[in-house]
């Protein structure tokens, strides 16, 4: 399965907490890397967090640093955002999506870099 499969999408409160996860296959390899990507209506598609496998480059959007934290869990091949602190601003269709193939590339934002997308899971965060 290479396109990758969100889940955890969901209503919350300003100032909530949700967790998307994500899996797909290839995950647990070197030559690639996960990121989470957001769009709301009107906007353009933007990259909130990458991760390699080995957790060592991370990158996080500005507006979401300090309170959104991607993370991993290889045994299972999922990857992991926990959102904080959830502002009205954040609500959006939050994709996970796989680089191409980028063996010793630091994980980018970019998203012409990703080559496979998945589905996006709905994100409201409303009073």
């Known amino acids: 399965q290479l396109q990758p499969v969100e889940s955890g999408g969901g209503l919350v409160q300003p100032g909530g907490s949700l967790r998307l996860s994500c899996t797909a296959s290839e995950f647990n390899s070197d030559y690639f890397y996960i990121g989470w990507f957001r769009q709301a209506p009107g906007h353009v598609r933007e990259g909130v967090a990458c991760?390699?496998?080995?957790?060592?480059?991370?990158q996080y959007l500005d507006s979401v640093k300090g309170r959104f934290l991607i993370s991993r869990d290889n045994a299972n091949n999922l990857v992991y955002l926990q959102m904080n602190s959830l502002k009205p601003e954040d609500a959006a269709v939050y994709y996970c999506?796989?680089?191409?193939?980028?063996?010793?590339?630091?994980?980018?934002?970019?998203?012409?870099?990703?080559?496979?997308w998945g589905q996006g899971t709905q994100v409201t965060v409303s009073s």
């Open positions: 991760i390699k496998k080995s957790g060592r480059t991370i």
């Open positions: 999506a796989r680089s191409r193939f980028r063996p010793g590339s630091d994980c980018t934002l970019k998203d012409y870099e990703y080559e496979y």
